[in-house]
C-alpha cells in the first residue's frame, strides 16, 4: 500500500466548473479538473502523491488518513430552538423518539447519496 492511499479521493462532476473536479479533502487544498474522469483520477492520484512528497521534504508531519475510516454512528447536531421544537413534536405524532425520527427523516432525505446503506 502506498502513503495516498490512506487519504479519500473524490471525483465528481462540477455543473458550475463544466467538467469533473478531483479532490483529497483532508490531505491537500485545491484540486485537479477535467473533461475525462478516469484521467482526473489519475491526475488525482498523481498529485496526492507529490503533495505526500513535500510534506516529507519538508519535514511537515502528514494529517491523519481520511480513507477507510470507521464511524460511530453518532454526531451532534445544534439547530435552533424552533427547529428542534418542531422536530420533536413530529416525532411525537409519529410516536417515535426524537433519535428515531431524525434518522428516519435523513435515511429518507439522502436518496442522492447512495441508497439506503446504514
Known sequence: MKPGDRYLKLV???????????????????????????KVYAE?????????????QDGVPLPPATAG?????????????DLHRELALRARREGMSLNAYCARVLREGR????????
Open 111 to 118: 436518496s442522492g447519496y447512495g441508497g439506503g446503506r446504514e
Open 69 to 81: 475510516r470507521d464511524y460511530s454512528g453518532k454526531f451532534v447536531v445544534r439547530v435552533g430552538k
Open 44 to 56: 488525482l492520484c498523481q498529485a496526492v502523491d507529490e503533495w505526500i512528497a513535500i510534506h516529507k
Open 12 to 38: 465528481e462532476w462540477s455543473e458550475e466548473d463544466g467538467c469533473y473536479v478531483g479532490t483529497c479533502p483532508g490531505l491537500m487544498l485545491g484540486g485537479v479538473h477535467g473533461a475525462d474522469e478516469a
